[in-house]
């Protein structure tokens, strides 16, 4: 199936409400075990006050957990849409977990220009996550030269994100099962991210042709991709 690009930011008040309203935690616990795993097997301990990024964070449902997990480090959401922040803003200050949120922080701003000096100006990222963004970006070079531009040689990079369906069928029989656990607003969205997602191919083809061969690949199921490593 042909990839279908969407908006990158979602600003609707409609979406943003949907979105943030779903349950996604399953999904979400797994990703940071995933995370944890990588850092225990490659003996890397999260030190005090160490940066923590998670790019496109929208209603801070992972920013919350790896602050969390990670208690010691500085957590930094970042997303570009404003109302998406307005509500992790809102969701960090309602949460029972609140008190274990102060290393947390939230930053409006476009992952395509956003510079390390904005995040912090005395840190180094160490681990620079994403969950669910990479489909939102038009053109895969903005989301490589992103992280490019703000890791190290030393930083972590973790990104789970959509796999394109290989047909259309299979697009609306995933769409069909959304639909019976969410209302109509996030199955149209999520209809939209699969048709807009990339395929295993192009992100490896992608990582080849451009030598960040550090980084690595690797198909979660039949609906994810991780892309993990260094650049
Ligand atoms: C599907 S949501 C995922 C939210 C969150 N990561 C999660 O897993 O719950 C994608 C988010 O990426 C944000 N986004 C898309 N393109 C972006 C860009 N160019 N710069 C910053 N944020 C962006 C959107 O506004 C949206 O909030």
């Not at 404003?82 to 969701?91: C, H, Q, S």
């Amino acid at each position: 199936m042909e990839r279908t690009v969407e908006p990158e930011l979602m600003e609707r008040e409609d979406q943003v409400i949907s979105y943030a309203k779903a349950d996604f935690s399953e999904g979400e616990n797994n990703f940071i075990n995933q995370i944890n795993d990588y850092l225990i097997n490659n003996n890397i301990n999260l030190n005090d006050r160490e940066l923590i990024v998670d790019l496109g964070c929208g209603p801070g449902n992972i920013s919350e957990k790896l602050a969390i997990k990670w208690h010691k480090a500085m957590v930094v959401g970042i997303d570009g849409s404003k109302e998406m922040i307005r509500k992790a803003e809102l969701n960090k200050k309602n949460s029972s977990n609140r008190n274990r949120l102060k290393n947390l922080r939230y930053l409006c701003g476009d992952i395509k220009n956003i510079k390390l000096r904005e995040i912090s100006l005395e840190k180094n990222i160490s681990l620079l996550v994403s969950n669910s963004l990479i489909h939102h970006i038009t053109y895969l070079d903005d989301f490589f030269n992103c992280i490019e531009r703000l890791s190290t040689k030393l930083t972590i990079n973790f990104h789970k994100d959509l796999k394109r369906p290989k047909d259309e069928k299979l697009a609306l029989e995933l769409k069909e099962k959304c639909a019976k656990k969410y209302n109509v607003v996030l199955t149209n969205d999520y209809y939209a991210s699969l048709k807009a997602s990339y395929t295993f191919k192009e992100l490896k083809n992608f990582i080849f042709e451009n030598r960040l061969s550090s980084l690595e690949v690797f198909e979660e199921g039949d609906q994810y991709l991780v892309i993990y490593g260094k650049v």
